[in-house]
């Protein structure tokens, strides 16, 4: 039986670009905001308030999760420096189901618009 998405996907902008920057480690907030603008070459950037309303439906549909605290110690990928107020986020096992499914749906758009492209050139004025 194939787990039905349909209530979450598609993504919108902020989200997809919210759950590709959790893809590959678990952040803060300000961490997400940082790597979303790295992605996508400063064209795309999340604002505080956009960044933790999403955070918040992303929670309550168990997307993402918050991370246990742990010190720098137990987490190399954080700095003895770190507030330890900070929360942390990663994706959950569901939360990557939904990315893939996204990813899958627009690779499916681009494909098709590629297509649509190719065989409906309009013909050039001379």
Not at 51 to 77: F, I, T, W
Request: charged share 30%; aromatic share 4%; with cysteine.
């Amino acid at each position: 039986m194939r787990e039905d998405l349909s209530p979450l996907v598609p993504l919108s902008p902020a989200i997809l670009h919210i759950l590709t920057a959790l893809a590959g480690e678990e952040r803060h907030g300000y961490g997400i905001m940082q790597e979303v603008a790295r992605q996508s070459e400063g064209q795309y950037k999340l604002g505080p308030g956009t960044l933790y309303d999403n955070l918040q439906k992303l929670l309550e549909h168990a997307v993402v999760e918050e991370c246990s605290r742990r010190s720098a110690a137990d987490n190399p990928r954080r700095s003895a420096g770190d507030d330890p107020r900070r929360r942390y986020y990663r994706l959950t096992a569901f939360g990557r189901r939904v990315l893939l499914a996204e990813v899958a749906r627009l690779e499916g758009v681009v494909r098709h618009a590629r297509l649509r492209l190719q065989t409906n050139n309009p013909r050039r004025a001379s």
